[in-house]
């Protein structure tokens, strides 16, 4: 058997080297039977599960203008930048496809910051729940769904493994985790604006010649710390079978980037990773798996409207 689930990790364009975690376990012959995303993960999930190739990712990656990616436009609500570029590729890619309409079962997190409840999305229009997975706080407006105002997933789940062994209970599920283990924290980069973004870049002129810069930097900095250990302590509470760690701790979550330097990083760290999925799928692995209770991690949402 070579059935494998996957929990693809959040963040932001560092997203781009799980292209090159899929096309590893293409070509080593797996087959990705679920695969659960979490902001960036969910994004490039979600246009996997639809039915594209690893390689016909990379194609779409490559010719995306990067400096039009972040453009606000006029259905966005209070935000540093917008997702213009984004939904345009979304909507390009999988149009008005519905999460039945998929090829692979899939499904993503976003986190309502009412109730503090994370939720799982995985039914209706699958752009809707994409752009909820990917709202960053403060960086992204929210999504309105259903009356919630949902944020980015990884607020409470960077790493979905609980989601994916959800999808797939009988199956080893395989964690790409896009930040850097604890030791290598500290030479985190910090969060940089995109300042060819033409709406943003009046404002982070000036933004960035006060003392509220440093105080915000200094905030976003806390917060990553807080992001890093709580990626950590799921991977430690849900336990996936294996945890791939692309090395792209050098990059910011909205940088300008080479996509294929991202892409090979999540080449070699699959391909280092081979031997463990291979003896994830042994017979006591299977045994343990087929006895483990598996909870819904989330709270579903029944049907998934935009909100005005």
Same mark, same amino acid.
Request: net charge neutral; proline share 6%; aromatic share 6%.
């Given at each position: ?53 690893? *390689? ?13 990616? !972040? ?24 149009? *008005? ?13 976003? #986190? ?9 999305? *995985?039914?209706?229009? #699958? ?23 949902? +944020? ?23 964690? #790409? ?34 003392? +509220? ?24 509470? *849900? ?11 050098? !990059? ?41 209770? +598996?909870?819904?991690?989330? +709270?579903?949402?029944?049907? !998934?409207?935009?909100?005005?």
């Amino acid at each position: 058997m070579t059935d494998i689930a996957l929990a693809l990790g959040g963040g932001g364009i560092k997203g781009i080297a799980h292209i090159g975690v899929l096309r590893v376990l293409e070509q080593a012959g797996f087959n990705i039977k679920a695969v659960a995303g979490t902001s960036a993960g969910g994004l490039m999930g979600s246009i996997y599960a639809y039915g594209k190739t690893s *390689d016909e990712i990379e194609n779409i990656v490559l010719n995306l203008d990067q400096s039009r990616l !972040f453009v606000r436009t006029k259905e966005d609500g209070p935000s540093i930048l917008g997702l213009g570029g984004i939904v345009q590729t979304l909507s390009e890619q999988l149009g *008005d496809a519905t999460f039945s309409d998929l090829k692979i079962p899939f499904a993503c997190t976003a #986190v309502d910051t009412i109730t503090m409840k994370e939720y799982i999305l *995985d039914q209706g229009r #699958v752009a809707d729940a994409v752009l909820a997975t990917i709202a960053v706080p403060g960086v992204f407006s929210p999504r309105e769904v259903n009356g919630t105002i949902l +944020v980015d997933g990884g607020i409470l789940d960077p790493v979905p493994v609980a989601l994916a062994r959800w999808l797939a209970p009988s199956l080893p599920v395989i964690a #790409v985790c896009l930040s850097p283990a604890p030791e290598g924290w500290a030479h985190s980069p910090e969060l940089s604006v995109p300042v060819n973004n033409p709406f943003a870049q009046p404002i982070i002129s000036q933004i960035t010649k006060t003392r +509220v810069a440093k105080a915000f930097t200094t905030y976003v900095r806390s917060m990553d710390i807080t992001s890093h250990m709580l990626a950590e302590l799921r991977l430690e509470i *849900d336990r996936p079978d294996v945890i791939i760690r692309p090395n792209v701790s050098r !990059f910011g979550i909205l940088d300008t980037v080479d996509p294929k330097v991202l892409i090979a990083e999540g080449e070699a760290s699959a391909t280092a990773a081979l031997k463990d999925i291979q003896k994830s799928l042994g017979w006591t692995n299977q045994v343990t798996r087929r006895f483990r209770k +598996v909870q819904q991690p989330g +709270v579903k949402i029944g049907r !998934f409207e935009t909100g005005d």
